[in-house]
């Protein structure tokens, strides 16, 4: 999609914006945003109008056309900055903001040791941020389609960069807590509105590949977001500062690229005043409640391997090891960042089972590496996890944003990805404090066996979506 912003002077009389509307209809255009203010000349008007064509040729065509109307004065346009860099752009700044959330993880040893933090308390830091993100997908999904994205998304890295500068300076738990709050909130902002204003720049505006693209950007920065924070941590000076002053830096290219770029919006949009409590279109149900499901599901499970495993490595290792408890932190993601364009060719349906089956044989593995420390079996566990995790999560998305209407996107994409930071928050929260009256092998038995009931509700709803094709 080609899209041409025209600035034009008019004369300011009745009938001068239809016959300007009529002329870009005619060449089979879509008028997305329009500015009309007084000139200081009394008999002219100040236009500024977004129109967005299938071809560059035809925008050309569209101008010559503007030009030879009676009522225009002076016109001038220039091709607007979206396509594949914009796409990108918006790719890696909801990559670097997810990272940012992850690169806590190896670190939340030595915050359980500086600051003798139980098993659950760590958990509670890790999901602190998912109370954020949720009421904040809610209020900026409703927004971007209201308001358009940019600005949402800008918001979005300036919260990720305070998130890190916070946590950098955090003293005790409660700024620990207070900066992980920060991150919720940019993750928030990102989600959802990203991957609809992703869609809107694709060049085929394809939902599916938007998806995919976005599942891929937040699933690698939970991967290298563990890897980046122990490494520095482990091999730099001042280990619980580094890692966050480094993603600071990466944060900026995002920054600086957003502000350079224009984001349509996406279809009508909702234009009542009040926000609300987004609801599910009846047409979206049969694929929004499986899919929505599936990922608190797949984030549940991989929550644990990124709060729970990491802070308790030692049994594993027998040393204290910042590194490899960010490679293991990180394992699981990285897999189900590999995955993900792997089992694209696979129907949905398959993708999702396939899924299931390896989130659950490696959930066995774990309680059987937790009674019998082994590091070999902890990793085998890690990677089925993440086998699995990448086909439930990639999948859930796509079908999602392929059953949002148009201009409900960013909102109905928001409420899943609620329901995925309700996946990422509770479940390792009941687990973290169940961990501390029970051990943390009985604990994660209970854990598998209710995370192995849903799967099966999932599944069921899975299989009637597809039946129904």
């Not at 909130?185 to 995919?212: C, D, P």
Request: with cysteine; glycine share 10%.
């Amino acid at each position: 999609m080609a899209t041409l912003t025209i600035r034009a002077i008019v004369r300011n009389r009745p009938g001068a914006l239809a016959a300007i509307s009529q002329v870009i209809a005619s060449f089979g255009c879509n008028i997305e945003r329009v500015i009309v203010v007084r000139s200081r000349n009394p008999g002219h008007a100040r236009l500024k109008l977004d129109a967005c064509c299938g071809e560059q040729e035809r925008l050309d065509s569209l101008l010559a056309g503007l030009e030879g109307l009676k009522d225009v004065v002076r016109i001038r346009a220039k091709a607007a900055r979206t396509g594949s860099a914009a796409y990108w752009i918006v790719a890696y700044s909801l990559f670097v903001a997810i990272l940012g959330i992850n690169v806590a993880s190896p670190l939340y040893a030595v915050y359980k040791q500086m600051w003798a933090l139980t098993p659950g308390t760590v958990t509670l830091v890790y999901a602190a941020y998912a109370f954020a993100v949720i009421p904040s997908i809610v209020l900026f999904g409703q927004l971007s389609d209201r308001l358009g994205s940019r600005g949402i998304l800008i918001g979005g890295l300036i919260s990720a960069m305070l998130g890190s500068l916070f946590l950098a300076l955090a003293d005790g738990l409660a700024p620990l807590l207070f900066a992980r709050l920060f991150q919720g909130l940019s993750a928030g902002m990102f989600n959802g509105v990203a991957i609809a204003a992703m869609t809107i720049l694709h060049r085929e505006r394809s939902r599916s590949k938007a998806a995919y693209t976005a599942a891929i950007a937040v699933t690698a920065g939970n991967a290298l977001g563990p890897v980046l924070g122990g490494a520095l941590a482990q091999y730099g000076p001042l280990p619980t500062q580094l890692p966050y002053f480094v993603h600071i830096l990466l944060t900026l290219p995002g920054f600086a690229g957003l502000l350079f770029v224009r984001i349509g919006p996406d279809g009508a949009g909702q234009k009542a005043n009040r926000l609300r409590w987004p609801a599910v279109p009846a047409q979206a149900k049969p694929a929004f409640y499986p899919a929505a499901l599936t990922s608190f599901i797949a984030w549940g499970v991989i929550s644990l391997y990124m709060s729970v495993i990491p802070s308790s490595m030692e049994a594993w290792t027998g040393r204290s090891s910042l590194s490899a408890a960010g490679v293991a932190a990180a394992l699981a993601m990285g897999v189900s960042a590999a995955s993900q364009p792997l089992l694209r060719f696979l129907s949905p349906l398959r993708g999702v089972m396939i899924g299931f089956a390896c989130i659950a044989a490696g959930l066995a593995l774990l309680i059987v590496a937790l009674a019998h420390p082994t590091l070999w079996m902890l990793m085998l566990s890690t990677v089925c996890v993440g086998l699995g995790h990448g086909p439930l999560y990639a999948a859930s998305l796509a079908a999602v944003n392929a059953a949002a209407p148009d201009g409900m996107r960013g909102d109905l994409v928001s409420v899943f990805y609620a329901m995925t930071y309700l996946g990422v928050a509770v479940p390792v929260l009941g687990l973290g404090y169940a961990t501390s009256w029970i051990g943390l092998t009985a604990a994660t038995a209970a854990f598998a066996c209710a995370m192995t009931a849903l799967a099966a509700l999932a599944g069921r709803g899975w299989f009637n979506l597809y039946r129904r094709d």
